[in-house]
Each structure stands twice: as C-alpha cells, then as structure tokens.
C-alpha cells in the first residue's frame, strides 16, 4: 500500500508540473501584452512599461516560470509603484481586475464549489443507486422500462434546460423555493441547504442516469454469479441475497466512479454556478476568461486540475477497499 501511494503521489506529481506547464506557456507565450492587461486600458506607455518591469515580463519564458513555481512555495513580493504587496504561498499571482490575491479568491469560492457538489453528490447517489437497485430487481417488466427511459432522458438533457425548468416551476410559477442566492453553511444551516436545493437537483438528475444504468449492470452480473446461485439453493431469503451479499458487490465500480466525479465537479460546475448565480469556482473562471484575466484562470485551472488528479488516486484506494479482488500494484 505505501508503496503504491509513493507511486502515485509521484505520478500526481508529475502530472500537475506538466498541467502547470502546458497552462503556463498557453496563456503567457501566445501573441498580445500581459502588462497591458493588467494595467489596463486607460495605462499609458510609462504605465504600462512599469507594469512590464514588475511583472518580469522582459526575462524570457523559462525565467518566469520559475518565478511563477518559486511563488507557489515561497511566496512572491509585487512592487505598486509606491508599495510593496507580499503575496503568500502558494502565491498563483494578483488579479489583474482588483490586485487581489488569486489565492483568496479561490479560497472564498471553494465553500460554495463544495457545497454544490457534495450535496448533489448525496441526491444522486440517493437516486441513481436506488433506481438501478430497482430496475435490476424488477427487469424485464413495466418498472424497469419506465426507469430505462428516465436513465434515458437524464443523460441527454443538458443541465441547463434542467436548470431552467426547476427555476420556472418552483420559484416563478409555485414559488415553493427562492430564486438560489448562496448563503453560508455557518451563518444559517436551514438557507443555506433552502439556496442550495434547486442547484443540488439539477446536478444531480444529471448524475443520477449514469449511476442508475453502473448499478443495475453491475448488480446483475453479480446476480448471476456462482455464490449468488449456492446461495438461493441454500434457501437463504432474495431479500437478504440482494442486501447483503449481491448489493455489497456492486458497489465497488460506483464508489469509484464517485470519488472521480466529485473531483471532476470542482471544474466543470460553471454552467450550474453561472445559471444558479452561486459565486463558486466554476463562476469565477467564467468571469476571468471573460476578463482576460490570466492568474485567476491559471489559479482556477491548477486548483481544479489538482482536485481531480487526487480524485482519482482516492478512487482507486475505494476500489481497492470495496473489491478484495483488486490489488494494488
């Protein structure tokens, strides 16, 4: 085990330097004027040329990102003309929109990322578990086509028109819910998880389509294992064959697959934060990319790239835990 972990966090490892890379050199090298974005556009030349020199845009590429790694472990001091701003490890840079550290701002936004996607993480596996457990049990009859055809139209609608439809009905038509307006967990549990509920469902009947098909496949192959039929000749009851031992099976590939999804949500939320108006990450890459503004993306994209590549490490270890048949190697 501790072997394969070295292995991996190595590997991890690797893989972030080469994502920062690639990331770094695709903003930074392409044509245009990182000094006057951010000075921006009412700079003149002595401005801009100020700007340039503090930003250390005239040593060459390599010599930057140097600079740009050395920020991320030591921390990294910007000059403003009149002051000194020290920016903290893991330094990501200053905002060029307000000079604010990209570090804070990531900061502030993952509450809320979070709190999207383990609440829809609950809903769908609340749902998707138990329609595939359904459908598996009731194949072949009206049951199982029914749920087949919602699995069906959950994977092929977008979750916007989902989004939209949920907004519609229960806040404009019924007004059983408020339009979502992100409210911390810790100043009011109960609007927090009201704000969050429209969001939560949207994602989540999205979600829940892949994970009612994993089950109900996984759950029948299991069915018609050897120890499963040893077991109904025994006379133990289907209720406890299902429970105890079938159920247990399949789970595996769903508990990894949801550790990968979880950590694949922290960047690809950005359609739900921006129709839900919750200033999550995937907002706030939305509003950088639109800005031009080069740390934060950088920032937002090394964050979210690291999320997922630890997804994936804890996807095999649950793997692993759930599967005596899996063996890390």
């Known amino acids: 085990m501790i072997t394969y972990l070295l292995r991996r ?12 890379v690639v990331v770094y050199a695709l903003f930074y090298a392409v044509p245009g004027d990182p000094a006057k974005l951010a000075c921006g556009p009412r700079c003149n030349p002595e401005q801009i040329a100020q700007v340039r020199d503090q930003l250390q845009l005239e040593d060459p ?7 740009f790694i050395q920020g991320l472990f030591t ?6 003309g009149t002051s000194v701003l020290h920016c903290n490890a893991p330094c990501f840079g200053l905002s060029y929109q307000n000079d604010q550290q990209v570090t804070e701002l990531i900061s502030q936004r993952i509450p809320v990322t979070a709190s999207l996607a383990f609440g829809a993480m609950v809903l769908w596996l609340i749902l998707g578990v138990g329609t595939g457990l ?16 919602f699995t069906l139209a959950g994977t092929a609608t977008p979750v916007f028109i989902i989004g939209l439809l949920l907004l519609m009905l229960f806040c404009a038509q019924l007004r059983w819910l408020p339009f979502p307006s992100y409210v911390a967990l810790t100043e009011n549990p109960e609007q927090w998880a009201w ?17 009612a098909r994993l089950t109900r496949s996984s759950l029948l192959e299991t069915l018609a294992d050897d120890h499963i039929r040893t077991f109904r000749a025994y006379g133990v009851s289907e209720r406890a064959i299902v429970t105890r031992h079938a159920l247990r099976g399949a789970l595996p590939p769903v508990i990894a697959l949801t550790a990968m999804d979880l950590g694949t949500l922290f960047g690809s939320a950005m359609l739900t934060e921006t129709l839900f108006g919750l200033p999550g990450l995937g907002q706030l890459l939305v509003h950088a990319v639109r800005d031009i503004d080069l740390p934060v993306v950088i920032g937002v994209v090394l964050v979210t790239g690291a999320a997922v590549v630890v997804a994936n490490i804890v996807a095999d270890l649950l793997y692993a835990a759930t599967d005596r048949r899996v063996t890390l190697t």
């Open 61 to 67: 590429l390599y010599a930057r990102y140097w600079h």
């Open 9 to 20: 966090v190595l590997g991890a490892v690797l893989v972030l330097f080469v994502l920062s």
């Open 75 to 80: 921390g990294h001091d910007y000059s403003t």
């Open 134 to 149: 359904v459908s598996a049990l009731r194949r072949g009859g009206i049951t199982e086509r029914v749920l087949t055809w």
């Open 195 to 211: 704000n969050m509920l429209l969001p939560w469902t949207a994602l989540a009947l999205i979600e829940s389509a892949k994970y």
